[in-house]
């Protein structure tokens, strides 16, 4: 059984600061990992893709991947209150794409 | 506009009556797919469809049906309802199915969502 791995939260971080969300995968098989924001009772929407070792910064994000560790993370610097949703990871590379549960993230101004 | 759309949004119905939630996608992808959500579990997908005529199980399979007769729509079945199916439901789409590519352009767009409550 294939397992993503997140901690449920919530991290809560004052207004300003970075927030890191964490993600461990399973399967040694998987290739590419998304990143998807869900507010309360709305659908799942992408924030990034990674599918290289490293770091990929876009604007305020930035995610990293680490295959060795079988790690990924999202890096959310100056935190807005408008960030305040829950984070999903999302372990691609086969037919059936593997959702972790997701971390619930609070901005308090 | 490029979109997936569901119906209904909300449903409400008894144990054992049959119900469809409707999905179709217009940007010709060839994957779609459908999850449920339940608190604490977070999104489990029940059935894909990697393209026409072409649907396989997902984690959850039991107690749902599938079809996929045209491209563009995938509708979720529940032929006789049960209380433990209540949960929030969502079709998906992307191009193709995540095992083809390992990378990172093959986005999942998801519709609004389909809240479900079976009494």
């Known amino acids: 059984q294939k397992e993503v791995e997140q901690n449920s939260g919530p991290l809560s971080v004052p207004e300003g600061a970075i927030a890191s969300l964490n993600c461990t995968y399973s399967?040694?098989?998987?290739?590419?990992f998304f990143w998807y924001r869900q507010y309360s009772g709305k659908s799942p929407e992408l924030i990034m893709f990674?599918?290289?070792?490293g770091d990929k910064e876009d604007g305020r994000f930035t995610a990293q991947l680490n295959k060795a560790s079988q790690y990924v993370s999202l890096l959310i610097r100056d935190s807005q209150p408008s960030d305040s949703a829950t984070y999903l990871c999302l372990s691609g590379g086969s037919y059936i794409p593997t959702f972790g549960r997701g971390t619930s993230l609070i901005v308090h101004p | 506009e490029a979109q997936v759309t569901q119906n209904p949004r909300y449903l409400i119905t008894v144990t054992g009556k049959k119900l469809t939630v409707t999905c179709s996608q217009n940007m010709n992808h060839e994957y779609m797919s459908w999850y449920r959500q339940d608190p604490g579990l977070g999104l489990r997908q029940i059935y894909y469809s990697m393209n026409v005529e072409v649907t396989d199980k997902g984690d959850v399979p039991e107690g749902y049906k599938v079809s996929r007769k045209e491209k563009r729509n995938f509708p979720l079945i529940l032929e006789s309802p049960s209380p433990n199916q209540t949960s929030l439901y969502f079709c998906?789409?992307?191009?193709w199915g995540q095992g083809l590519t390992s990378g990172g352009d093959n986005e999942q767009f998801f519709g609004p969502g389909t809240r479900l409550t079976v009494l």
């Open positions: 990674i599918y290289s070792n």
């Open positions: 998906a789409s992307s191009l």
């Open positions: 399967d040694r098989g998987s290739q590419s």
